[in-house]
């Protein structure tokens, strides 16, 4: 089986809660951190060649076409491969997590008989270190690498090969052969084998019973379930912490610099996460990531990092793997995130908001919300004068932004009317504080002569991030200011349909070379449209968006439009997916949902700005 073209939209992926694996469309498994999302990669094909580790299982010959879907609101994946001797379906997933990590391929003939070949090169450390291999029997070998360890157990022989191990068989219509790939720690005794066909089982039983509960019936439901499906999949279980994206080093753009680990637990993104799920009806969830925060963030000195380890740890260096080539020779390929020293102070926003929707509706009920809640609003009140670097991450000089500003009067909005009733004195305080941001904003943070918000304090850069000041209550949409600032992102940020975060000619971010469209952007565009009664405009933008998600409903960070139209950035990305439900819920959902619901302790948004 010759190497294809990889294009990231030709991925899927699978999970079991704790950890994720990435499958070209050919059923090649090319991306898998054992045990953990951001524990090292034993396959990391996806980021040089298949040397570098990967599970390939397929015909031996004569490949006629490939269709995959995944079973219902599920993880399962299903690829049926044509040959011209028959056809077979390879059912790919991970069972949610019991004592061991496993992953499961069932191949089941359809047609005919069509010859199979499994090819398994584990290679430990990010595809640099090749296991001990110790055959148990005809059907399973172990491998063992440092706190690794692997068992291979399958319904066919497994042969040990120079840099593999190798399963030939054939597959008659009605016959069902099992691979079951399972993670140990290599200094306990070797785990038995699963049932594949229960895990089957349970694991399907597992996503209905889940996604029984998703309370959205507007339009394009299947593609918001699937969002929401994968959301569910970077959500840690034993922990409750949402991860940005399962993937590391995924370019910005093709042969760029821009390759970054998301493999943690970003405030931004998991505040926005908790309350797509909030909104959704999937309490269980937003209740497990206020502990998670509550535990993470918990303690005096208060201290907010922009993210953290999935178990809440904060020391996260950065470091690169000059052994790798990168997705399309794309380098450096990073791991870890230089970033998460940055002072950002939008996320004391997004943070504080998420807690205060949580506490008024009974999500949070143990009282650890607003005991974190108090505690931010003490620590921003030291430290919102300071320059920081935004929501960008900038590496380059701390600025003003005028969007992180912003939040801080979220961040003080919030808690003024959380305190309203129980502390009139302290919530008037804040009330007054959030009112002088305000001001700010409108003040340093808009040019008269653009007429729109920009980047920074005095800055003249347009910034797509302004985007959400109508969005969390800071601004009306139908506001002159905001129409105005609409119309010069029209004009300055949005090419072929889409948008970008800002012009990168005048931006600086320290960093260098270029990027795609930023779907997040796209989507809170369409929902201002949409506040700004453009109807028409929200839906085209959310429709053109979507097209871009790959055949599985899948999207990644950014887009490249153009003649050779394609995802960029790391896949899937929680980010993208979470923007997408909630443009859909606000564009196309049911009347009650609480998507415009903002809490009235300034009813800045009512003022005259």
Not at 63 to 85: I, K, W
Not at 240 to 267: K, Q
Not at 507 to 536: K, T
Not at 548 to 577: C, K, M, T, V
């Amino acid at each position: 089986m010759s190497e294809p073209q990889r294009r990231i939209e030709d991925y899927a992926l699978i999970g079991d809660g704790e950890t994720a694996a990435l499958i070209h469309r050919d059923a090649t498994i090319e991306w898998l951190c054992f045990p953990r999302f951001d524990s090292e990669a034993c396959l990391a094909a996806l980021l040089d060649d298949r040397e570098n580790g990967c599970w390939r299982l397929g015909p031996v010959k004569d490949v006629t076409s490939t269709t995959r879907r995944y079973r219902a609101d599920s993880l399962v994946l299903e690829t049926e491969v044509a040959t011209s001797q028959g056809k077979v379906r390879i059912i790919d997933f991970m069972p949610i997590r019991g004592e061991n990590a496993d992953v499961v391929r069932i191949v089941e003939g359809v047609e005919g008989e069509v010859e199979m070949v499994g090819d398994l090169a584990l290679r430990f450390d990010y595809g640099r270190i090749h296991p001990l291999i110790r055959k148990v029997a005809g059907h399973h070998v172990v491998a063992i690498a440092g706190p690794n360890g692997v068992s291979l157990h399958c319904d066919v022989p497994v042969e040990v090969e120079e840099r593999s191990l190798r399963s030939r068989f054939k597959v008659r219509a009605g016959e069902r052969k099992s691979l079951v790939l399972t993670w140990f720690a290599s200094h306990e005794e070797v785990p038995q084998r699963i049932d594949p066909r229960q895990a089957l089982e349970d694991t399907d039983r597992f996503w209905s019973d889940w996604s029984a509960q998703i309370r959205y019936r507007g339009e394009y439901a299947e593609l918001v379930h699937r969002s929401l499906v994968t959301l569910k999949a970077l959500t840690h279980r034993p922990t409750g912490g949402i991860i940005a994206a399962p993937t590391a080093s995924l370019p910005e753009t093709p042969g760029g610099t821009r390759n970054w680990d998301y493999r943690y637990c970003w405030l931004r993104d998991s505040t926005l996460m908790l309350l797509a799920f909030e909104r959704m009806g999937l309490l269980e969830e937003a209740s497990q990531w206020t502990q998670w925060l509550a535990r993470t963030v918990g303690g005096k000195p208060i201290s907010l990092q922009p993210f953290f380890a999935v178990d809440g740890a904060r020391r996260l260096p950065e470091w690169e793997a000059d052994w790798l080539a990168g997705y399309e020779n794309s380098k450096p390929v990073r791991f870890g995130n230089g970033a998460v020293g940055q002072l950002q102070l939008d996320i004391y926003g997004e943070v504080t908001d998420a807690l205060f929707q949580a506490i008024e509706d009974g999500v949070e009920a143990s009282g650890e919300a607003e005991t974190v809640l108090r505690m931010l609003a003490d620590k921003l009140e030291e430290v919102w004068e300071c320059p920081d670097a935004g929501i960008w991450e900038s590496r380059g000089e701390n600025r003003h932004h005028t969007y992180s500003k912003a939040m801080c009067w979220v961040a003080f909005d919030r808690t003024a009317a959380l305190l309203h009733d129980r502390e009139p004195e302290k919530a008037e305080r804040y009330r007054d504080l959030a009112q002088r941001i305000r001001q700010r904003v409108l003040n340093e943070g808009f040019d008269p002569e653009a007429g729109c918000f920009t980047d920074t304090f005095g800055g003249n850069s347009i910034d797509a991030a302004v985007l959400r000041l109508p969005l969390v209550g800071f601004i009306d949409a139908n506001d002159p200011k905001m129409v105005k600032t609409v119309s010069a992102i029209e004009q300055n940020l949005v090419r072929d349909g889409l948008v970008w975060r800002y012009d990168p000619d005048q931006f600086d971010d320290g960093i260098g070379s270029s990027e795609g469209a930023f779907v997040a952007a796209c989507f809170w565009l369409a929902e201002v449209y949409h506040l700004q009664g453009r109807e028409a405009d929200a839906r085209s933008l959310f429709e053109r968006v979507i097209g871009y998600a790959n055949d599985l409903g899948l999207i990644a960070e950014e887009l490249q439009p153009g003649i050779n139209p394609r995802q960029l950035g790391n896949f899937p990305q929680g980010l993208s997916h979470l923007s997408l439900v909630s443009a859909a819920q606000r564009l196309f959902g049911q009347a009650d949902t609480n998507c415009d619901r903002k809490p009235e302790a300034t009813g800045a948004a009512a003022q005259d700005a």
